[in-house]
């Protein structure tokens, strides 16, 4: 399930169907990080844990990968109803 899942994820990079909340992007700004860095975590990275928010029910995926620069990042993002991806935040590790 795992592997299916990050290759949905990377597959929603690679096809550009994702948006970045303004929060994450806030985020990217404070940690001197760009969408690059951003894209780059997702294609590099790997699900390290699975969250369900309890209102909504819906599942979040914390990934850990790199920055472009080989920094460790994670971020956490979300799968719409439409099927694209969603980043709700960004940090480094």
């Known amino acids: 399930m795992a592997q299916s899942s990050i290759s949905r994820l990377r597959d ?3 096809s550009l169907n994702y948006a970045v909340s ?7 700004d404070d940690d ?13 990275g790997e699900i390290i844990k ?12 914390v990934i850990r990968g790199h920055t472009v620069g ?7 993002v979300k799968i719409t ?6 980043f709700i ?3 480094r590790v």
Not at 22 to 28: D, F, P, R, T, V
Not at 32 to 44: A, M, R, V, W
């Open 12 to 14: 929603c990079i690679r």
């Open 22 to 28: 303004i929060h994450a992007a806030e985020e990217l």
């Open 32 to 44: 001197e990080l760009t969408i690059l860095d951003l894209e780059n975590i997702i294609l590099t």
């Open 50 to 61: 699975r969250q369900r928010d309890r209102k909504t029910r819906e599942v979040k995926f």
């Open 70 to 76: 080989g920094h460790h990042a994670e971020t956490i």
């Open 81 to 86: 109803p439409l099927g694209s991806l969603f």
């Open 89 to 91: 935040t960004v940090y």
